[in-house]
């Protein structure tokens, strides 16, 4: 009993840490170390473009989400996911679902699967 009363204890505080580790990620008012303005004002650019900013959005992306551009391969599925980043939060996540994306882009256990 003390002991699965401890292993219990153990993973509600390992979760807890866990959750409080990544908090500012889930915050859309709270910019992360990797912000830079120029960047942001050129990928609101592409969303803004739809379709026409695919290319441009594969640069700008170029070493990073993996998991989002093995997602994200056509000028079509970009337009949809523009669209989804347009309309906010709920569309977002309707698009994760329906790609079997994590948050911030990522696939399975937010790319901790490995």
């Known amino acids: 009993m003390k002991k699965s009363l401890i292993v219990s204890l153990s993973l509600v505080t390992l979760l807890s840490s866990a959750r409080a580790a990544s908090a500012y990620q889930g915050n859309p008012n709270v910019m992360g170390p990797n912000y830079n303005p120029e960047r942001h004002e050129a990928m609101e650019a592409t969303f803004v473009a739809g379709e026409k900013g695919y290319e441009n959005w594969l640069k700008l992306m170029e070493n990073r989400a993996w998991r989002l551009r093995q997602v994200v391969t056509n000028s079509k599925i970009f337009a949809e996911f523009a669209q989804a980043h347009e309309k906010g939060v709920e569309s977002m996540n309707t698009f994760r679902a329906k790609y079997n994306?994590?948050?911030?882009?990522?696939?399975?256990?937010?790319?901790?699967n490995r």
């Not at 994306?101 to 901790?112: D, E, K, S, T, Y």
């Open 101 to 112: 994306l994590g948050p911030n882009g990522q696939g399975f256990r937010a790319g901790r």
